[in-house]
């Protein structure tokens, strides 16, 4: 079992920044996928951006993509999303979330099946 609790939601000006952190419980964290997700009002939850369990492997949402940034550290169990260039359509619940292939990477990232999921963090941003 896998616990996530993410942090760093908020309220930013169109042009901004904001860093989410996820904090995940558990042992053997290097050995999941780590991803977010976001879910605006009205709309499906979408995928954002994931690492591998090592790393050295990333994929992100075209929507996302030069804006975002996923980073992870292993040893402190803990994945962030940097998250600049803030846009009104980035407003949205985001999840962190774990999948436990690891070993996944580049398109495989994006339709990994994720098996955890943290409750969730709200970012708006203000036009």
Known sequence: QVQLVESGGGLVQAGGSLRLSCAASG??????????????????????????????????????KGRYTIYRDNAKNTV?????????????????????RGYAVGYGLRNLRYDYWGQGTQVTVSS
Do not use: H, I
């Open 80 to 100: 962030l999303l940097q998250m600049n260039t803030l846009k009104p359509e980035d407003t949205a619940v985001y999840y962190c979330t774990a999948g436990s």
């Open 27 to 64: 042992r053997t964290f290097s050995s999941y996928a780590m991803g977010w997700f976001r879910q605006a009002p009205g709309k499906e939850r979408e995928f954002v951006a994931a690492m591998s369990g090592s790393g050295g492997s990333t994929y992100y949402a075209d929507s996302v």
